[in-house]
């Protein structure tokens, strides 16, 4: 190279500082042209020297970024950090070149056992720390404060901005794609850009000092120190690539004791480094990563389309459309890449961006809407890439234990949300179950448990999946329970069981324990169970805990558990709720009420399931459960001193299990909406009765819709504003086709008298018998959908009724 070339002048002034923006495309290719040009004897890179021997690990055909550096506290786990790395950054570019050379690599940042023991920065900084320097990428993110940039040092100053401002421009995501992505290819000297960006940021840094960033100084120092380092070793031939703001301080000619006393008395704590996988979505700044970017999947559209980048992009987004069924043809791609590139030339830009691609998706493709549009920018814009990293990647037990389970099971972690179905019958499926139960014990939410679409047995489960990056560090604090899923699950299992402070917990996490596979913790967690079950008094607690218990000995059915310890708890909790609701219903203010009423129905359907479960078992006295909780309920419904939501709701089922007849029901809502019972017991006895699903009940009994009818006429103007808010928030829980029936069938009457003498007549379609007439409307097309009038002529005749068609 000629020595009248930048690079030529630079290094009669020192090594060669390429500054850059994290995540940036243009960067990324600037950097490598750089270094193709230079060819430097050691590359110093912005990150912790800790990460220098996972370096090599980069050249691995199996590491596939985007990935991240964590670090972490070895004593403390959740004391984390992460330095993500796409392919379309300037330090993972720098890297791989050094690699593909055989050129040293080193980081050259403040080393993480001082940055993970700092305490977080204070809240109120800009989160556009990223734009012109990076950011700092060892997790310190700034809340979404936005600040005038000439503002002192309270607030963190946005570079980027203020460069854009001053050319003009009010979005500095529009400057920099306009100067630096959108620069083509073929300039004569690739040294340029980087001193035109060292120019500007040296006035930044004359004029803001360190811009806010108290830290920036500690790291700078320590930078200047490794960057001496290397200079003795290795002279001139030296290449650092940093954040841009820092260049002008690494340029700063300061002494080296002045350095070392910056970084003197840091705290330090003992820290490991890995990779992990990271994500685009994760890389994107709405995730919360202060040095994040916008759109990580059309930059690395950008860095990888080797020409024509718009046509390719629109090209990409005609395909995702496509597949969601939208009528895309070339000649919507056409016209797109002819709108965008009109757009560009109004805008005065030099090539389309992403806001005029945007604008002509949405013009062309989309019909103006932008509900296919947040689809491109949810799948393209952003993205759902998740990385890779290589199992040589140095990880604690628990982790590889987990990954060595994942290919066991073929359950592949994937950064796009899916739903996955499990049929626990299948010994893969039941495997699979019982790791995301492990895991979610463990505090590592991989997968939520979600409504099944298909059958509600217990024999099936719906998991929805979704791997995020912080997982990683999850499961390094799980680690401290030991070195293998199962161990860590029982040893968390029986910590929690012996520091849960209510009786609910224990149950739920005997449940729990059935569920993930845990036999060894549950012997623990059932003798905590019965301890608390035995000391505990409270009704409320007894009723909120017995459903988990019921639920765990039906799963034992299915996943082969021993659930016989379980099986007498849950009685015994079953009896002593028997014996204390009755007498826990009374003097219960209103909000207890509706407490109570909530346990009595948990309690209702689980005596129905344990006795179901303890049927035929060698278990004595409990065949009659059923019967004896029956009592129970017509002691709740009889007894005045039981509020009125509970003694409807025990009529109300009752009713449902066949142990209380209709007149029975009619006759006990008629004592109770009689004129001498006060209007507000009245509506909470209907509250109970109707709530939850009565709306059909009143639908199809038109005695207890025209008894509700009826009384509700007659509540005095004074009394009927203390009703109503009970009336409509038990009437609101239907759905709208219930409540538009009932509207109707009220508007006609509902027979016109109340009580069980009511008249069988009703309004069209809710008679005692079926109408005839009114079926032999519909007679063509049942015999349509049956085939039967493709065999009328040879049929023998036949009797055209709905009765002759039913036979």
Request: charge should be negative.
């Amino acid at each position: 190279m000629s020595d009248d070339s930048t690079w030529g002048r630079a290094r009669a002034s020192g090594p060669l500082l390429l500054g850059v923006r994290h995540h940036g495309p243009g960067s990324a290719r600037a950097v490598r042209a750089a270094l193709e040009a230079a060819r430097p004897g050691v590359v110093l890179i912005e990150g912790p020297p800790e990460a220098d021997a996972l370096i090599p690990l980069a050249a691995d055909p199996d590491m596939r970024p985007p990935v991240a550096l964590l670090g972490h506290a070895v004593d403390e786990p959740g004391r984390s950090a992460f330095w993500p790395l796409a392919e379309f950054s300037p330090e993972w570019v720098a890297i791989r070149w050094a690699l593909e050379q055989g050129v040293p690599a080193r980081f050259i940042d403040l080393p993480a056992t001082h940055t993970l023991a700092w305490e977080p920065e204070p809240e109120a900084l800009s989160d556009e720390d990223d734009k012109g320097d990076g950011g700092d990428k060892g997790g310190e993110d700034g809340a979404d404060t936005e600040g005038d940039p000439g503002a002192v040092r309270d607030l963190r100053v946005d570079p980027l901005a203020v460069l854009a401002e001053a050319a003009g421009y009010d979005d500095p995501e529009r400057w920099w794609e306009d100067v630096v992505e959108h620069r083509g290819p073929g300039q004569s000297d690739p040294f340029a850009p980087f001193a035109a960006l060292e120019e500007a940021m040296t006035a930044l840094r004359e004029r803001y000092n360190d811009g806010g960033r108290s830290r920036d100084p500690v790291r700078e120092a320590h930078m200047r120190l490794q960057l001496r380092a290397a200079r003795k070793e290795f002279g001139e031939a030296v290449a650092v690539v940093c954040g841009a703001w820092h260049v002008p301080a690494l340029r700063e000619k300061t002494a080296v004791t002045a350095d070392r006393a910056l970084l003197k008395g840091l705290p330090k704590v003992k820290a490991d480094l890995t990779w992990v996988p990271w994500t685009h979505r994760r890389l994107a700044r709405s995730s919360g990563y202060g040095a994040g970017i916008d759109s990580p999947g059309w930059y690395g559209h950008l860095f990888r389309a080797p020409d024509r980048p718009v046509e390719r992009w629109l090209t990409k987004v005609a395909g995702l459309l496509r597949e969601e069924d939208r009528i895309v043809s070339s000649a919507h791609v056409i016209e797109a890449v002819r709108l965008a590139g009109t757009l560009a030339a109004m805008r005065g830009r030099p090539l389309p961006g992403l806001s005029e691609t945007t604008d002509a998706v949405r013009a062309v493709m989309c019909d103006g809407s932008d509900v296919p549009l947040a689809l491109v920018h949810d799948r393209l814009v952003v993205g759902d890439v998740l990385g890779e990293v290589p199992e040589s990647a140095p990880a604690v037990p628990l982790q590889r234990d987990l990954a060595r389970e994942q290919r066991r099971l073929r359950l592949k972690p994937e950064a796009l949300e899916r739903e996955l179905e499990l049929d626990l019958r299948g010994e893969t499926d039941a495997g699979r179950s019982r790791l995301l139960h492990r895991l979610r014990l463990l505090g590592v939410g991989w997968g939520e448990p979600a409504e099944s679409r298909g059958s509600t047995g217990t024999f099936r489960e719906t998991w929805r999946l979704r791997w995020e990056p912080e997982l990683s560090v999850r499961v390094a604090e799980a680690g401290v329970w030991g070195t293998t899923v199962i161990a860590a699950a029982t040893a968390r299992a029986e910590a929690e069981a012996t520091t849960a402070e209510a009786l609910a917990e224990v149950t739920a996490l005997a449940e729990h324990c059935l569920l993930a596979g845990l036999p060894d913790a549950l012997p623990v967690v059932m003798r905590v169970l019965a301890d608390r079950a035995a000391l505990d008094a409270d009704v409320g607690h007894l009723a909120q805990a017995l459903p988990a218990l019921v639920r765990s000995l039906r799963y034992g059915d299915v996943r082969g558990t021993d659930t016989g310890a379980l099986a007498g708890v849950a009685a015994g909790l079953a009896e002593r709720v028997f014996v204390g609701l009755p007498p826990a219903c009374t003097a219960l203010d209103a909000d207890a009420a509706e407490e109570m009423r909530g346990h009595v129905d948990a309690a209702h359907g689980a005596v129905g399931l344990l006795a179901e479960t303890l049927t035929g078992t060698s278990d004595t006295g409990q065949g009659d459960l059923r019967g004896r909780w029956r009592s129970v309920l017509r002691t709740l419904a009889l007894r005045d001193t039981v509020p009125g939501v509970v003694r409807g709701r025990a009529v109300r089922l009752l009713l449902d299990d066949g142990e209380l007849g209709p007149e029975e029901a009619a006759r006990l809502m008629g004592l109770v909406l009689s004129p001498g019972t006060p209007p507000a017991d009245a509506a909470a006895w209907i509250e109970g009765f109707v709530g939850g699903g009565g709306g059909m009940l009143l639908v199809h009994d038109e005695r207890l819709l025209g008894l509700v009818d009826d009384w509700l006429t007659g509540v005095p103007a004074e009394a009927f504003t203390d009703v109503l808010p009970l009336l409509r928030r038990t009437f609101s829980a239907y759905e709208s086709g219930v409540r538009r029936t009932l509207g109707e069938l009220v508007r006609r009457g509902p027979g016109g008298t109340t009580g069980p003498t009511a008249p069988a007549a009703g309004p069209p379609g809710f008679a005692a018998e079926p109408d005839t007439e009114r079926a032999d409307a519909v007679l063509p097309l049942v015999r349509l959908l049956l085939g039967l009038d493709a065999e009328q002529e040879h049929a023998a005749p036949h009797d055209n009724s709905l009765a002759g068609v039913g036979t």
